[in-house]
């Protein structure tokens, strides 16, 4: 059974979101940091911060749930940033150790 993330990046300023699902967190969140694909949408509006998200026992279920945030608006996806991190955050050193659990 493979594990999955669904996550929320953001820039700055928050201007931009970008959600994504990834089954380890951790060296996903790291590649955008480093901006490990150079034409990348994260990497092209300098997307750095996690600020939302979400584990699953199995990488299915996160890709659904990465289906149903993307196709709400932006406003529900603030919605749902702000009800878990009002502060927008970097969440990056809570996930350090997130593997450790699968």
Do not use: C
Request: charged letters at 25%; hydrophobic letters at 35%.
């Amino acid at each position: 059974m493979k594990p999955g993330f669904v996550y929320i990046m953001t820039n700055r300023h928050h201007t931009t979101l970008y959600t994504g699902v990834t089954s380890n967190l951790p060296q996903r969140v790291l590649q955008h940091k480093e901006r490990f694909f150079e034409q990348s949408f994260t990497s092209r509006y300098n997307l750095y911060l996690l600020v939302y998200w979400e584990s699953f026992q199995e990488i299915g279920d996160a890709i659904s749930r990465e289906k149903q945030i993307k196709a709400g608006s932006r406003q529900k996806k603030l919605d749902l940033i702000n009800s878990l991190n009002p502060e927008w955050r970097d969440l990056t050193e809570d996930i350090e150790n997130i593997m450790d659990v699968f």
